[in-house]
């Protein structure tokens, strides 16, 4: 599928809850695959545990919108920010449990062929890079 003009992922992540939104039977499912600075790994985390509690789409916005490093500092106001205990929100992020989810992300990963990120996956199709609404929507629902 041809992607048209180059976009970033400023532009696409708004569209898969628009997308979302236009086919209530679409499933998204976010996959964290911290492949772009060293930082990124430490965004993964914070996002994998605050999936544990329900909160992942709350702070993957936050995260997608915030700036400068990911460190453990975020992560302190991230969990006083959801009312949880900042120290016990850091060790789970550490935990074998977040590190096995991690790692079985990059084993699916490169098993389907993703090598960057964004990346979408659908029953038939991979695409990696950004795509604006209509090109999600032509992908999920092909005429």
Known sequence: MPLGRALSTSDWEPALPK???????LQI??????????????????ALVAQKYGR???????????????????ATRIAESLQLDPAAFRLEMGS??????LAKNFRDADALGVEATPG??????????ALDFQQLQALVNPV
């Open 19 to 25: 997308l979302a939104a236009h086919d209530p039977q």
């Open 29 to 46: 499912e976010y996959k964290e695959l911290p492949v772009l600075r060293w930082d990124s790994q430490v965004a993964a985390r914070i």
């Open 56 to 74: 992942f789409m709350e702070v993957h916005e936050r995260l997608f919108h915030e700036r400068g490093d990911f460190t453990g500092a975020l």
């Open 96 to 101: 074998p449990a977040v590190s096995a989810e």
């Open 120 to 129: 979408l996956v659908t029953a038939r199709t991979l695409v990696q890079g």
